[in-house]
């Protein structure tokens, strides 16, 4: 489960004595329903149907309706009344306003950064599309928490989330070679944390650059393949 690593986390001293509740069913629904949307089988414009995921979640209706509730109120999923929950369409202005705020999200965090042990994060060109965005995002992550700033944590959070669906599709395209080398480039970048600050923020910066350069060719893509938009009912969850 993601959380920011300023936040309570519920466990004493014994890992095997907590005096928090166990989790409501609804919050079981949330996280199941929050990593079935980031894996791979996430597609922009899908209808998510309620009796679907409680039949897949072994869930009631309730729980898992107040989950879907939850994850539109985040900004997450799209909520069209009378017609239901759907995942959100792949947006070219609502990517590219997603990456300003990233972006300056980003770098406020990063030189806010205390220089760190550095990570044993790897990419080479065997990994999935959706093991590449995760890299990225693994890195976009670790620079909010280390900021110790909760509100960057959740800005960051939706960033990576909603932008996740375009970094599988670079990563499954012929941009994947650029991308994996500009990754590496600012795997390598953040190990000098600490001591040329200029050099990790250049490297992520670029990064971004590539991520948000692809937006508009990505979401002609998408639309063109008929997957954004609200589709009928052969394509739902």
């Known amino acids: 489960m993601w959380c920011c690593k300023n936040a ?3 466990r004493g001293g014994d890992p095997n004595f907590s005096n928090e509740p166990e989790p409501a069913k609804a919050d079981i629904a949330y ?3 929050r990593r079935i949307l980031h894996s791979n089988g996430r597609v922009p414009g899908q209808h ?7 039949s897949k979640l072994d869930l009631g209706r309730t729980p898992v309706r107040e989950a879907l509730q939850r994850l539109a109120a985040e900004g997450k999923i799209q909520y069209i009344p009378q017609r239901g929950f759907f995942t959100r369409p792949m947006s070219e202005r609502t990517l590219l306003d997603l990456y300003v705020v990233g972006r300056e999200t980003l770098i406020s965090a990063l030189n806010r950064m205390r220089p760190q042990v550095p990570e044993s994060w790897t990419v080479t060109d065997k990994l ?3 093991e590449l965005a995760l890299r990225a995002e693994a890195i976009f992550t ?3 928490q280390e900021a110790s700033n909760c509100e960057a944590c959740k800005i960051v959070h939706r960033f990576c989330f909603c932008t996740h669906p375009l970094r599988m599709e670079i990563t499954a395209s012929e941009l994947r070679p650029a991308f994996v080398e ?9 190990s000098e944390l600490g001591t040329a600050t200029t050099l990790v923020e250049s490297a992520l910066v670029n990064h971004l650059d590539l ?10 893509e998408v639309n063109e393949r008929g ?3 609200f589709p009928g009912p052969a394509r739902s969850l």
Do not use: C, F, N
């Not at 998510?48 to 409680?54: G, I, K, N």
């Not at 500009?182 to 953040?190: D, P, T």
């Open 227 to 229: 997957l954004t938009g």
């Open 48 to 54: 998510l149907r309620e009796q679907d995921l409680a």
């Open 182 to 190: 500009s990754l590496e480039k600012l795997i390598a970048a953040m």
């Open 128 to 130: 999935s599309p959706d």
């Open 8 to 10: 309570p986390q519920g």
């Open 31 to 33: 996280e199941a329903i």
């Open 211 to 220: 991520e948000q350069g692809a937006v508009s060719r990505i979401v002609q």
């Open 142 to 144: 670790k620079v909010a």
